[in-house]
């Protein structure tokens, strides 16, 4: 029973399995029918698309492709497969196939991308993509390519882009967020923004903000789907910020975008506001205008004004005969202008029209004629004024200028009229004034040609405000020309007036010409006399600051002597300290300067000629300025003597040479020139108050570039400089000013700017011979060794300064800080000083009223008196006499030991 059922068994399995395989083999077969019938549906549609297919290897080898494609290459399958790109096309494409083949290789992406050849009938378009195909591993295998022909659409889109770039008037591609996506060239054109400016900013921001809510309903009306208004007209801003007429046509938005063409129609808009006006100012003109036919001599039609002049309407007056409107007395004068201005174009008349009820009245006709572009004449146009008052005012007007033209030319001032800017009338004084021997050389020219050009804007102006408002204008002092060219200063004054039915001016002219020269010198003196002053002023606070700088830099000087005496010249400290010496010494000169400004350094005067210290000093004055520029020398015959320091006049000829060099920089000629001049009574002012007498003059004149006037007048200032920073301290021409003032003399320059540049020096001329410089004897000094010195100085640094280089040298030194001071020290009789040594300007008992009272009680004693005053300033002001011993700060040790020496053993 068992071995039954385990045999049952067995069979209903075996048969369970050959269901099973039968169920299987079923679905094989089904499945390769489906799967025979999608590889004949694939091999159809790749024997039938037009498409190109082909497959490659890893190797980019082929190993299938398509009819399309054979029948492209014009080969056969055979030919094409196992063959690579290098065998089937040129190069340079075989070698982009390569690189497109490589990079999907490497990516494992597909490629796509268009390209273009060009064939036998033009150019052709592909779109090709290539992708990679994967085997059961997921490795690359081999490589799909398939090519596109697409050269219809491409040919469409560039057919599209150039007649939308072509397009005249402006097309756009817009979006529905309300920014452009498109635009042609005609929107930069118009508008003058790039298409990056158009594209990037919403359209609204470009919209008059008048116009802003009828373009949002516009644009609205298109996001509904519907047509929108028919011809749709905005204002669109442009790049320079004006704006224009826009005249839109559109379609309705659809999938977002909206498609539309402006137009500009700026200039259609502009020319129906310009016609409208005209319209407006042909019917509310206050002149009568009427148009009229040419070859009816009929009126076509006129403006209110023309009929109401007429007492008709203008139906009444539209078709009626030009000559009814008229006197029949005027009829042969109307037609002859008719006809002159069909003619000529334009002509003007008076005659005599009428109305219905039988009036007339005078009036002024003014016709053009209007040709087409055929030269026919199209019609005539003429403007009607009543001239009635007119000429009631004519004739009242030639009653009136004949009174007026009778007071008018006997008046004693120039009087004229001017109208429309020219002379119309004027009297027998005023004929004069310009220099005309009769009427007709000035009658109908311009006013402003007779006026100087520094004037003519300002007279222009006044005409204009005489003429056009009216109104008068404020007494004037101008300059007028003669016929001749000849200047004459006048005062002018003019009111309002009409004369032959025009608006003008009476004016009214003074001749003031000799006032104004007596003013110009008198301002001229006023102003030289201005600046001698200026100059004086800074001359005494530079002379006050150089006193004090004196006392600062003597301890400075010769402490930095003294010191450098103390370190050998090898050592770094005696470099340092030789430094701040040469530093003091170079500000000493500087103070020097200053005095020589301030005209209170000391002078050693005698009697020299000038033309002697030019020739003395000429090789030195050639070998210091450069070779390219030709010192010339023009000397006077005779000698000129003055009374003068030839090293102070070596000093103004190096000072102005060397700025004259400065004016040269590409070399040019420096003149030197002395003569001689009478400066006659009366004639002291036009020299800065020189006496009357005979003077000595000194022109020196360069070539170079000239001073302009701002320059010159302060060219003569300390610190004053037109060089640039550090070429130059602004003191050589003020030390040349002080010198001269010192001399008695004076110097003026003459300049302008581009020109040359030329400055004359008056000294005072003496009869008196030229001295002759006597060698100086001198004596071999002792040394001072225990003398006994008295030190009085007020500023504790020159005291300090003097009581220590003295003491160095051995001298016996008692110091005091005044006058009071001093007399103390000396009242005990404990000390008893050989020499006194004092300031001569202290606070209380100033040098010299110390020197009376010490010699009182010690009669033999000597003395020397310092300052950092001049000695000329201090003997001006009776602090010293001549001949006395005197030592000018700042002053150097060995200066200082050589003085109290030489006094110790000469005496003061």
């Given at each position: 029973m068992s071995e039954k059922l385990v045999g049952d068994a067995s069979e209903q399995g075996e048969l369970n399995l050959r269901q099973e395989l039968e169920t299987a083999r079923r679905r094989?077969?089904?499945?390769?029918?489906?799967?025979?019938?999608?590889?004949?549906?694939?091999?159809?549609?790749l024997e039938t698309t037009p498409d190109f297919f082909a497959l490659k290897d890893r190797d980019f080898v082929y190993r299938r492709v398509n009819p399309a494609l054979c029948r492209f290459l014009g080969k056969s399958a055979g030919e094409i497969i196992g063959k690579r790109d290098a065998e089937l096309f040129p190069p340079a494409d075989a070698a982009l196939h390569v690189a497109l083949d490589a990079e999907v290789l490497r990516s494992r992406q597909s490629l796509e991308d268009d390209w273009n050849i060009d064939d036998s009938e033009g150019k052709v378009w592909f779109r090709v993509k290539k992708a990679p195909v994967f085997d059961s591993s997921g490795q690359v295998s081999g490589i799909l390519c398939m090519v596109r022909d697409v050269s219809r659409g491409k040919r469409a889109?560039?057919?599209?882009?150039?007649?939308?770039?072509?397009?005249?008037?402006?097309?756009?591609?817009?979006?529905s967020s309300g920014y452009f996506t498109k635009v042609n060239p005609a929107w930069r054109k118009t508008l003058g923004y790039s298409e990056n400016e158009l594209l990037v900013a919403p359209f609204i921001d470009l919209i008059h903000p008048e116009d802003l809510e009828a373009t949002k309903a516009e644009v609205a009306l298109k996001h509904s789907g519907q047509e929108g208004t028919l011809n749709f007209v905005n204002r669109y801003r442009a790049k320079d910020g004006s704006y224009h007429w826009f005249e839109w046509n559109s379609t309705p938005i659809e999938e977002g975008i909206l498609y539309a063409i402006a137009r500009d129609i700026t200039a259609r808009i502009e020319q129906e506001i310009q016609t409208r006006r005209w319209a407006d100012a042909f019917r509310l003109c206050a002149h009568g205008i009427a148009i009229g036919d040419p070859y009816t001599n009929q009126v076509l039609t006129c403006n209110e004004a023309f009929a109401r002049l007429c007492g008709r309407s203008v139906k009444e007056i539209e078709g009626i005969r030009i000559l009814s409107l008229y006197l029949p007395e005027d009829y042969e004068k109307v037609m002859s202008n008719i006809a002159m201005v069909d003619r000529c174009g334009f002509v003007s008349y008076h005659a005599r029209m009428q109305r219905p009820d039988g009036s007339s009245f005078p009036v002024q006709m003014d016709v053009v004629s209007v040709r087409g572009e055929d030269g026919q004449l199209i019609y005539r146009v003429a403007t009607v004024q009543d001239i009635t008052e007119r000429l009631e005012s004519q004739r009242a007007l030639r009653e009136s200028e004949e009174r007026f033209r009778s007071v008018v030319?006997?008046?004693?001032?120039?009087?004229?009229?001017?109208?429309?800017?020219?002379?119309?009338?004027?009297?027998?004084?005023?004929?004069?004034?310009?220099?005309?021997?009769?009427?007709?050389?000035?009658?109908?020219?311009?006013?402003?040609?007779?006026?100087?050009?520094?004037?003519?804007?300002?007279?222009?102006?006044?005409?204009?405000?005489?003429?056009?408002?009216?109104?008068?204008?404020?007494?004037?002092?101008?300059?007028?020309?003669?016929?001749?060219?000849?200047?004459?200063?006048?005062?002018?004054s003019a009111v309002p007036f009409t004369f032959a039915g025009q608006q003008g001016a009476l004016v009214f002219l003074r001749d003031i010409d000799r006032r104004k020269k007596a003013e110009e010198e008198r301002a001229g003196l006023e102003h030289q006399l201005f600046q001698?002053?200026?100059?004086?002023?800074?001359?005494?606070?530079?002379?006050?600051?150089?006193?004090?700088?004196?006392?600062?830099?003597?301890?400075?000087?010769?402490?930095?002597?003294?010191?450098?005496?103390?370190?050998?010249?090898?050592?770094?400290?005696?470099?340092?300290?030789?430094?701040?010496?040469?530093?003091?010494?170079?500000?000493r000169d500087l103070v020097r300067q200053l005095l020589a400004f301030s005209s209170r350094q000391s002078l050693e005067f005698r009697m020299i000629d000038l033309n002697g210290v030019l020739r003395d000093f000429?090789?030195?004055?050639?070998?210091?300025?450069?070779?390219?520029?030709?010192?010339?020398?023009?000397?006077?015959?005779?000698?000129?003597?003055?009374?003068?320091?030839?090293?102070?006049?070596?000093?103004?000829?190096?000072?102005?040479?060397?700025?004259?060099e400065d004016a040269m920089p590409s070399g040019g000629e420096l003149l030197m020139n002395t003569s001689t001049l009478v400066i006659e009574k009366g004639q002291e002012r036009y020299f800065e108050g020189l006496p009357a007498g005979n003077?000595?003059?000194?022109?020196?004149?360069?070539?170079?570039?000239?001073?302009?006037?701002?320059?010159?007048?302060?060219?003569?200032?300390?610190?004053?400089?037109?060089?640039?920073?550090?070429?130059?301290?602004?003191?050589?021409?003020?030390?040349?000013?002080?010198?001269?003032?010192?001399?008695?003399?004076?110097?003026?320059?003459?300049?302008?700017l581009g020109a040359s540049a030329s400055f004359r020096i008056c000294f005072p001329l003496s009869e008196s011979e030229p001295e002759e410089v006597q060698p100086?004897?001198?004596?071999?000094?002792?040394?001072?060794?225990?003398?006994?010195?008295?030190?009085?100085?007020?500023?504790?640094?020159?005291?300090?300064?003097?009581?220590?280089?003295?003491?160095?040298?051995?001298?016996?030194?008692?110091?005091?800080?005044?006058?009071?001071?001093?007399?103390?020290?000396?009242?005990?009789?404990?000390?008893?000083?050989?020499?006194?040594?004092?300031?001569?300007?202290?606070?209380?008992?100033?040098?010299?009223?110390?020197?009376?009272?010490?010699?009182?009680?010690?009669?033999?004693?000597?003395?020397?008196?310092?300052?950092?005053?001049?000695?000329?300033?201090?003997?001006?002001?009776?602090?010293l006499d001549e001949g006395l011993t005197f030592l000018q700060k700042p002053f150097a040790v060995p200066v200082l030991l050589d003085k109290v020496r030489e006094v110790l053993q000469n005496g003061g």
């Open positions: 094989i077969e089904a499945l390769e029918m489906e799967l025979s019938g999608q590889q004949s549906f694939t091999e159809t549609l889109e560039i057919e599209f882009e150039r007649l939308f770039n072509l397009m005249p008037d402006m097309a756009c591609i817009a979006s030319e006997s008046a004693p001032d120039a009087i004229f009229i001017q109208t429309g800017g020219c002379f119309a009338y004027l009297n027998r004084s005023a004929i004069s004034l310009f220099g005309a021997s009769k009427t007709e050389e000035i009658l109908g020219r311009r006013i402003v040609d007779l006026i100087h050009p520094d004037y003519r804007d300002l007279v222009a102006g006044r005409i204009r405000q005489l003429n056009i408002s009216q109104q008068a204008v404020p007494i004037l002092e101008e300059r007028i020309l003669r016929l001749d060219g000849s200047e004459v200063y006048v005062e002018v001698s002053q200026k100059i004086e002023s800074i001359g005494r606070l530079a002379g006050g600051i150089a006193h004090d700088l004196n006392n600062l830099l003597t301890p400075v000087l010769g402490y930095s002597e003294m010191l450098s005496h103390a370190f050998p010249e090898t050592d770094r400290l005696h470099k340092r300290i030789d430094v701040i010496h040469h530093a003091a010494l170079r500000a000429e090789q030195l004055l050639r070998r210091t300025i450069r070779a390219n520029i030709d010192i010339r020398y023009h000397l006077h015959e005779a000698a000129l003597v003055i009374q003068g320091d030839a090293s102070q006049l070596e000093q103004i000829i190096m000072n102005l040479a060397v700025n004259a003077y000595a003059v000194l022109t020196v004149t360069d070539t170079g570039t000239g001073i302009d006037r701002e320059a010159r007048a302060h060219i003569f200032e300390p610190f004053f400089t037109t060089k640039p920073k550090g070429q130059g301290t602004g003191l050589g021409l003020s030390t040349v000013y002080g010198i001269v003032r010192q001399h008695g003399g004076i110097i003026q320059v003459s300049s302008e100086v004897e001198t004596r071999p000094l002792q040394v001072g060794k225990g003398a006994k010195v008295l030190v009085v100085e007020d500023d504790e640094m020159v005291r300090k300064f003097v009581v220590q280089a003295l003491a160095e040298e051995g001298f016996d030194i008692r110091e005091a800080e005044g006058g009071e001071a001093a007399l103390a020290l000396l009242e005990n009789g404990a000390f008893m000083p050989e020499l006194l040594l004092t300031d001569l300007v202290m606070r209380g008992i100033n040098g010299r009223m110390l020197y009376e009272k010490v010699k009182s009680i010690m009669p033999g004693i000597k003395v020397i008196y310092m300052s950092g005053y001049t000695r000329d300033i201090i003997s001006r002001h009776g602090v």
